[in-house]
């Protein structure tokens, strides 16, 4: 149920809107998909698209850190770990 109105409802109207570019739709994003349990799959893809579009790593970070200091740890760690696996995939240049 939770995901079907995520999908249909949040992450439609934040890609649908022209309001946001590409890298505030992607934080906010990242930062509902961290905060839902059993989005780790979604997390971790949008973690890497974050990245794809122009957002650094210490930009994610950020965003963990204003997780983990506005009281929601897990959703910092579940970031983190989307994170550590996203920067792993990206080939050494």
């Given at each position: 149920?939770?995901?079907q109105?995520?999908?249909a409802?949040?992450?439609?109207?934040?890609?649908?809107?022209?309001?946001?570019?590409?890298?505030?739709?992607?934080?906010?994003?990242?930062?509902?998909?961290?905060?839902?349990?059993?989005?780790?799959?979604?997390?971790?893809?949008?973690?890497?698209?974050?990245?794809?579009?122009?957002?650094?790593?210490?930009?994610?970070r950020?965003?963990?850190?204003?997780?983990?200091?506005?009281?929601?740890?897990?959703?910092?760690?579940?970031?983190?770990?989307?994170?550590?696996?996203?920067?792993?995939?990206?080939?050494?240049?």
């Amino acid at each position: 149920m939770i995901n079907q109105y995520l999908q249909a409802h949040l992450f439609g109207d934040i890609f649908e809107r022209d309001n946001l570019d590409w890298q505030s739709r992607e934080l906010a994003t990242v930062g509902a998909l961290a905060a839902t349990q059993g989005a780790e799959p979604q997390l971790r893809s949008h973690m890497a698209a974050s990245m794809r579009v122009g957002l650094t790593a210490e930009q994610l970070r950020q965003l963990i850190k204003i997780l983990a200091e506005r009281g929601d740890t897990i959703a910092a760690q579940r970031a983190d770990a989307a994170l550590k696996q996203a920067l792993a995939a990206v080939p050494a240049r």
